[in-house]
């Protein structure tokens, strides 16, 4: 069956460290989203790529980057991880309208 | 401003009593509302999606409609395992980006 791993599941790290979070499907569908999900806020969409070398700017993306140097891979980029950073991040996949998602890393930063 | 909004934020229900949950939204060009479930700890997972006014879905105690300004999911007779929080999102005419909600928490108790 098709799905959508996201890696490592939880992770801490301190104020200014590189952190990068994993995105891997199996659904070979050509778009993939980043979005955090923080209390009162719902979700926000931080990064998004419509194939292969394409990414573009969510509403949330300063001091997040991607590159998508494949269909499987979505790779999230906290280039100087801040507090304010710390965050459940979701992955989600889609094929045309519905999206499918991923089960989550949480983000703490110390 | 293109937004989507959930109500109540909360609701809390006996085991049997049926009841609805709002999603009124404010985007030109809509292409698609999706309602969610999402559990704790879990990525949201997909459960209709409406294209156009007048359409219904269904799933086992679970009902969406949509008018022309707001989605309705009902759920009747509902027992706890139904207890989550149900999200909806809308997508508009010219990309893939979909536009969420904040969610309502639905609590079932037996």
């Known amino acids: 069956d098709a799905e959508i791993t996201q890696s490592p599941r939880h992770k801490i790290t301190e104020t200014g460290r590189q952190v990068t979070l994993a995105c891997h499907q199996t659904?070979?569908?050509?778009?993939m989203f980043w979005y955090r999900q923080d209390l009162g806020h719902g979700l926000r969409l931080i990064h998004y790529?419509?194939?292969?070398?394409?990414?573009n700017k969510g509403e949330v993306s300063d001091g997040y980057s991607v590159s998508r140097s494949n269909t499987e891979d979505l790779p999230l980029t906290l280039e100087s991880a801040a507090s304010s950073q710390t965050s459940v991040y979701f992955c989600?996949?889609?094929?045309?309208?519905?999206?499918?998602f991923g089960p989550g890393t949480r983000l703490t930063v110390t | 401003e293109d937004q989507v909004t959930q109500s109540p934020e909360a609701l809390r229900l006996q085991e049997g009593e049926s009841s609805s949950l709002n999603c009124s939204y404010t985007?030109?060009?809509?292409?698609?509302l999706f309602w969610y479930r999402q559990d704790p700890g879990k990525g949201p997972e997909f459960l209709f999606t409406?294209?156009?006014?007048?359409e219904e879905k269904e799933k086992e105690r679970l009902k969406a409609t949509l008018t022309k300004k707001e989605s309705f999911l009902h759920i009747t007779a509902p027992k706890p395992e139904d207890s989550a929080t149900y999200l909806c999102?809308?997508?508009?005419?010219?990309?893939?980006?979909?536009?969420w909600g904040a969610g309502t928490k639905l609590i079932i108790k037996p």
């Open positions: 989600a996949t889609s094929g045309g309208y519905e999206q499918y």
């Open positions: 659904w070979n569908h050509n778009n």
């Open positions: 790529s419509y194939g292969v070398h394409d990414t």
């Open positions: 985007v030109s060009g809509l292409r698609g």
């Open positions: 409406l294209y156009s006014a007048g």
């Open positions: 999102a809308v997508r508009m005419d010219s990309n893939y980006q979909l536009i």
